[in-house]
């Protein structure tokens, strides 16, 4: 008999769905003359300043282990960059420094989340949220979010959820792939329902410098919920730091206790030369992330009209570097849309369906590319559409 290792896979990996994200990015890559609006990825190239502290750490023979947080440096500087957000954090029990803000990212949940647990995952959403739900053994709830709400997540959809197992809300704002935000006072009425009903916050605010309008505001900051959230950030796109691979977590010692017992055993500590090179990037980065998020702000204004004239119409993203227009009007569905539009003019959009099944009838569009590349892709849209209508 021959030797079959599938017998011994993990069902609920066997199970899980391949991101629709790296579907069409692994498309792109095989394809000549293709046009890519699919990756979240910063084209600016970290700032010099800043890769030069990392190269600096090389020189210097800084190849060692850190202490599994994080150096206490890093640390320091990380709580003084969360008092921007009125957030106050102990660097000695209150920080983990993670490999990049996914890592953050499951270890909250892992930590918090057991057999029959249930989390409520507004979506559209990010896609690893689900999947590290599901590994960790609790029950994902999905949240369906509405374009006529701009995607921001209410009262009663958070109620029409909650049950006696409900034990976290994940919020995500600035967020992935719509781009809404959540102001101060949406955000206290999710604080009330947490307090009244005892259920804890995973915030994921990866995006907290690319708000537009105003500025960004931490659930953590409210009144009861320092201890009640965990809060999730990072380098990678503030920072143009992707390929680092840095992220952190904030959250009372309890929570950071239990999250840095499984960081240390499967991963021990975070890439010494990139929490060098983040250290100079928290002292002397403000100037680059204005520049950056001018520079996206302009782009948004762009892409956003272009939509709406070709008829894709979307709401005005205050956030990240995502719009996520309407594909409805096309009759066709979010997956065929994007597959017809490669085939037939070799660009690159994700479905998005691929954030949950509320988005169905959207798909994503990043701007975070060169005006350049963004006017040569709405050229082959626009011919797509006329292709089609």
Known sequence: MSFDPYRFLNQKVVDMPPSGIRKFFDLVSDMSDAI??????????????????????????RTHYTSNAGTMELRE????????????????DEVIVTVGGSEGVDLAIRALIGEGDEVLIPEPSFVCYKPCVTLAGGTAVPVATKAENSFKLTREDILSHLTEHTKLLVVSYPNNPTGAIMTREELQVIADLAIEHDFMILSDEIYAELTYEGKHVSIASLPGMRDRTVVINGFSKAFAMTG??????????????????IHQYAIMSSPTVSQSAAVEALKNGADDIAMMREEYNRRRKVIVESFNQLGLTCFNPQGAFYIFPSIQSTGMCSEEFCEKL?????????????????????????????????N????????????VR
């Open 77 to 92: 500087e990380i709580c003084n960059y969360a008092k921007k957000f009125d957030l106050d954090y102990n660097p000695k």
């Open 244 to 261: 680092w691979r840095l992220g952190f977590t904030l959250a009372c010692k309890p929570v950071t206790n239990a999250m840095l017992k």
């Open 342 to 374: 490669l085939k037939s003019q070799k660009l690159a959009l994700v479905p998005g369906n691929a954030f949950g099944a509320s988005g169905e009838g959207f798909v994503r569009v990043s701007y975070a590319y060169s005006v350049d590349q963004i």
């Open 376 to 387: 040569r892709a709405l050229e082959r849209l626009d011919s797509f559409l006329k292709e």
């Open 36 to 61: 890519s609006l699919g990756v979240g990825e910063p084209d600016f190239v970290t700032p010099w300043h800043i890769r030069d502290a990392g190269i600096y750490s090389l020189e210097k023979g």
